[in-house]
Structure formats: structure tokens, C-alpha cells
DNA sequence: CTTAATTGCGTCCATTAGACGCTTTTAAAA
DNA sequence: TTTTAAAAGCGTCTAATGGACGCAATTAAG
């Protein structure tokens, strides 16, 4: 929520912090970090503890530094943050052959993948954000794969869009735990049975799922169903 | 993550706070509070200013008490929250006529509406939460909808699943303005024209956008979208 | 060699959520 | 009616947080 352009600039922080320019005069002591070392410190302690981990002062103990001199690269903790996102995503896979269908099945698993792999991701692509570079080019890439389609500029961007909400919710439902559903079927289960005149559509439908022992897959189930979809409109 | 159990109750706290057991026993002082009015007070402050003005402090100043009397309604914020939310959401629309696909796109219509009459409500369904009463209604409502489907149980979660996560993701793109599909064009306007070479796909695809002029309707394009998806199932 | 930009960071502050324990209220038990 | 103990209200205190500010040390440009 702080301003550090060093000239009147008019562009937010954030968008300033995400697409950084390099202009380096070279005047004054060298700079005993790199803005990437934190940005990976802070992806690093996220990682392991979690989003709330990732304090200010912690990651400067990590890089053995005080707390302040952070600020000399990062304008602050929101930054910070939004760039450890983009760092987390890395670049998108490159597969630029086969049917658009196919790439955008392996685009959606391998963002997913990701995600899952950096729950605190998600906790924090909240709202209108500005994305960063890694983040622009998984879009690129995804539109890349929807160009053989006779849909829209306006309509691919939708695409992605709806298939990015589902990667997101899915990864989201399974984070901090690897039989996700399981356990949400072992909290839900007293509540059910304590009110099951009131929910027995829900009740029946869990009892279902945990007799079926089926496995965690409502992520490609949605997946498929999305892409159908899609198919739907593209064959029209 | 405090434990107000009076009895050595094994649940956590959070499905208590949201469960809540009627026991009331008489004695001392009369409760000058509800936990209802307590919950009511958060939402309506989430409401005006968002879900970082919603402080133990600041609730308790709307109700006229001290800040630590909350807790004997309340085991902490993180309760207070979830509650808020189950409040915001309230009762699903009995809507139990007309075919699968008009329900549950009435049902998906309506959800969307409420989480963005409420856009903190996005900020705070993170990974897996114990669902409250009207949640679980929500559930059960979309469930009483698809009881026409040959789909099996487990399936019929998945695709309330998918259509809450799609739900989720588009509330969540446009809380905070009316507008978001322009304002976010305008964020990147100035990046894509900087980076063109790298991001061309993306540039065109926005552009195509801001010239047709289109309103925000990703929310229903990926709606239909994914009623096709499972329609297709369906009929297999 | 002088100068000015730039870094590292110590100090300070405002805000949080929450623990703990005291006092007061009030219904149940004697 | 008196006694008793459960429960409410909440003042006080603590630890953690993000961040403003300004000073001293560093280092390249002039």
C-alpha cells in the first residue's frame, strides 16, 4: 500500500514491483542481495510453513539480514508476495502440437500440478491482481493452444478463465492434505448423521461416494466435463 | 485455535461454532448478547468495509461491549468468520420444478449473486472448511436437482463442486469493481503494449474484447459451458 | 579528492488476536 | 431466605505484525 517510485510515476507499486525495470545506476555500496533471493526465500518459507510463515522478519533471518533492508528491494509485503506467486508458477509447459483439446488437458493438469505443489497459492490469488510475467504467459500459452478454434478472441479468453477457476478450486480442496475428500467425508460424517432428516440427498450422496472407494479425481472428472463443453460450442 | 469445549468434547472447535448444541443452562448473569447479533455485526461490517475492517475490536464497538466479552459468544475470529460467511450465504432458493439443467443454472445464478453481494465471502473460503448449515443446504438443494440424472452420487458432487469453484472464480474476478473485465484491460493495456513481442495471443485476444465491446458475462459463457459439459454426460 | 546517491538497518509505532483472572450477576440448592 | 457456584463482562497484558523514518557507512561519478 506504499508508493516507492523514485520518480513521479503514475503506475501502481505492484505493477511496478511485477514487471520491474533494470535501470541500475551505480552509485552507492553494492547490494548484498538480489531482489530474487528473497522473492525465493519467501516461496521457499511458504512452501514449508505455509502462507502465514512468511513474515517480514522471517524471511529476512533466512537471508541473514535485518528485517528493513528488505524494503530496499521489495516496496512490501503485498509485493513480495505477489511476486513469490509468479515465481511459484515458473513458465508454462511448452506443447505446441496436436489437437487444441489435448494442449488445454495438459495445459489445465500441469497448472494444476503447480498449484497443488504451492497450496499458499492459493490463498492469495484473491480478487483483481495484476499478473506477472510467469502468469501472462501461461495465458499466452493457453490461447496459443485455442487458435485453431473458430471461437473468439473474447470467448478464448473465457476458456481460460473457466478453466482456471476450476484448476484453482480443485488444487485448493486438496491442499494441506492428500485424501482431501476422505476427510472431508470424516468431518462431514457426524454432522450428517445428526442431521440427516434435514440433508439426505447430501447424506446419500457422500454414503455413495466413500461405498464406490472412489479416488480423489473430481478434478479431471470437471476437467472433461469443461472441455465437452467447449467441444459443444466449437462444433457449432 | 483455541478449544472452548465446556465438555471434553473430541470435535474441533470450528464444527461446534458452526454446530452449535442448544445447552443452556440457567444459571448467572443473563446474556446481554446473541451470538446471532454478534455474527450479524461482522457480516454487516465485512459488508461496508471489507473483511480487514472486521477486528475483534471493531465488532465490538458496533455492539456497544467490550472487545473481550466476544469471546464468551465466540471461541475466536476464525469462528466468527466462518459464521459470518454461513450468515452472508443463507438459505438456497426452493426452486424444485422444471428440468435439471434450468435448476441448477438457477441454483449457480442465484449462489453468484449472493457471494457478490458479499465479495469477502471469496477472501475467506480457503481450502477445506468445515461447511455450515446453510452451505450444507446450498448442497442439498443442488443434489435435489441433479435426483433426475442417471448420474451416481459421487458424480453429482463433482459437478456441484465444478459449478461452485466456477461460481467462486467469477464472483471473485469481479468483487471489488462493476466493471473488472475493462478495468483489468486497462492494468494491462499499458503492459501487453510494453511486452507485445512476448505476449501477442494475449494482446489480440484483449483487444478483440475491448472492440466488441462485450459486457462481463464470462460468469454465464462458462455457466452454459459446463451445463453442456454434463448434459453430454448425461445423455450418454 | 569531493560529492551525492544508495545501502543496511536500529529504533519506534500502531494494530492485531488472544490469555488470564477478577468482579459482578443470578439461578439453583440448602 | 440464605448459600453457593456457574456464567457474564471485561481490564490488563503480551507477543507478533507491517512499516515509517532517519542515520551512518559505502562507493562510483565528477
Do not use: C
Amino acid at each position: 500500500m506504499s508508493e516507492a517510485a523514485p520518480e513521479p510515476g503514475s503506475a501502481p507499486s505492484l505493477t511496478e514491483a511485477l514487471w520491474p525495470d533494470p535501470p541500475r545506476t551505480k552509485r552507492g555500496p553494492k547490494p548484498r542481495l538480489t531482489r530474487d533471493e528473497i522473492v525465493s526465500a519467501a516461496a521457499a518459507t511458504a512452501d514449508t510453513d505455509g502462507i502465514d510463515a512468511v513474515t517480514m522478519q522471517r524471511v529476512a533471518d533466512v537471508l541473514g539480514v535485518a528485517k528493513m533492508s528488505l524494503y530496499r528491494y521489495v516496496p512490501g509485503k503485498t509485493e513480495l508476495v505477489a511476486l513469490a506467486l509468479d515465481h511459484a508458477l515458473g513458465n508454462p509447459p511448452a506443447l505446441r502440437s496436436g489437437p487444441w483439446r489435448d494442449r488445454l488437458r495438459g495445459w489445465a493438469i500441469e497448472l494444476h500440478r503447480r498449484m497443488s505443489a504451492h497450496p499458499w497459492s492459493l490463498d492469495i490469488t484473491v480478487g483483481t491482481r495484476i499478473p506477472g510475467p510467469h502468469e501472462l504467459a501461461w495465458f499466452e500459452e493457453g490461447l496459443l493452444a485455442l487458435r485453431e478454434t473458430p471461437l473468439d478472441g473474447s470467448q478464448r479468453l473465457d476458456v481460460l478463465a473457466m478453466l482456471t477457476f476450476h484448476v484453482r478450486g480443485s488444487a485448493q480442496q486438496k491442499s494441506g492434505s492428500d485424501r482431501p475428500e476422505a476427510e472431508l467425508a470424516e468431518l462431514l460424517g457426524p454432522i450428517l448423521a445428526t442431521h440427516s432428516d434435514r440433508f439426505p440427498e447430501t447424506a446419500a450422496a457422500f454414503a455413495d461416494r466413500v461405498d464406490g472407494a472412489r479416488r480423489d479425481d473430481a478434478f479431471s472428472f470437471g476437467l472433461d466435463r469443461i472441455l465437452d463443453g467447449v467441444a459443444t460450442l466449437t462444433a457449432e
